[in-house]
Each structure stands twice: as C-alpha cells, then as structure tokens.
C-alpha cells in the first residue's frame, strides 16, 4: 500500500486526490484490470474512444502535438496513449478516475484541464472498455510495467 500511495504522489496528484483514488482503486479491483480481456471487449472499447476519445487523443492514440508543452490556456494538450505517452505509467484506479471524473478532479488543488469526466456519457463497464482497449495497444513491456503499478508492486 505505501508504494501504491507513493506512486500516486509521483504521479503529481494532490494530496485532496489521494482518498478518492484509494476508494476507486477497491471499485475497480474486482474488474478484469490485470486478466485476459476478450476481443469483444477490446472491440467494443475501440469504438468508444472513437466515438468519445479520439477526436483529442487521436485516431492512432497519438495525442495532440507538443503535449508536454502548455497551450496559450496555460493546460495542456491531450497526450498520446500509446508507448510514447505517459498512460501507461498510471495504475488502472488512477485512470478509471481520469477518465469518469476529469484530470482536474483527480488532480485537485485548482488544476485546470480540457480533459472532462465522462460519467454522464459512459458506463463504468465501457470505461473499462476504452481502458481496455488502450492497454491492448501497449507493447509487452509497457503492459506488464502497467500491471504491477496496478497491482501495487
């Protein structure tokens, strides 16, 4: 538990964020987070994030360009979720929150984000999905890294 709490601190959350991760971490501890995903699943979470996602992210995952790099707004940009981004550095509670809540939820402490909550637009079990589907995209390595962040070790 305490390296699950640090990686939720190094993953630049504030402290107000810290509670709500750790009741979404048990939410979503019973989800198919580290098993084998059917491809029906994986199908069904492709469409999503091409319906809700990908418009920012990018058909391919991409992400917008120079999205480590503050727009005019002072936010920034929507970041790849492929190997080169930074998603699969996140353990799944920490992404099922992003994506239901908003970035700024999970964050705290008045951060601003264009990333919103999706909660009045998908169900948990599609969220699961999209998440799904992105992790199925990962190479080995940045699939298993994922896994053991998720699973707190």
């Known amino acids: 538990m305490k390296k699950f709490l640090w990686q939720i601190a190094a993953s630049g959350l504030a402290v107000g964020g810290l509670i709500p991760a750790v009741f ?19 199908s069904q979470g492709r469409q999503i994030y091409a319906d809700q996602c ?37 353990p799944d509670d ?30 948990d079990p599609e969220i699961r999905a999209v998440l799904d589907y992105i992790k199925s995209t990962w190479p080995e390595r940045e699939r298993s890294y994922q896994e053991r962040v998720s699973q707190g070790d």
Do not use: N
């Open 24 to 42: 979404a971490s048990w939410h979503y501890a019973g989800a198919e987070a580290t098993s084998r995903v059917s491809a029906d699943v994986i």
């Open 54 to 90: 990908a418009a920012c992210h990018g058909a391919d995952l991409e992400g917008q360009p120079e999205w480590r790099s503050p727009l005019p707004s002072g936010r920034l940009p929507a970041p790849p979720h492929g190997a080169s981004g930074h998603t699969w550095h996140h």
């Open 94 to 123: 920490v992404l099922f929150r992003i994506v239901k809540e908003g970035t700024a939820a999970i964050v705290g402490g008045g951060y601003e984000s264009d990333m919103p909550g999706f909660a009045d637009v998908l169900s």
